[in-house]
């Protein structure tokens, strides 16, 4: 099997972030599900 190429990987993942920040709707629903994830790891540590 072939492994993943971590530059292009890298490019697309950066390329993916900005096309969200780029998109006010999507932008609003990333920061939300990283709002509700920052909570949730926060409630649930012990």
């Known amino acids: ?14 390329r993916k972030k900005n096309e969200y920040q780029n998109h006010i709707e999507l932008a609003k629903i990333s920061k939300l599900y990283e709002a509700k994830q920052v909570l949730l790891r926060s409630t ?3």
């Open 1 to 14: 099997m072939f492994g993943a190429n971590e530059g292009i990987i890298g490019r697309e993942v950066a």
């Open 44 to 46: 649930t540590r012990i």
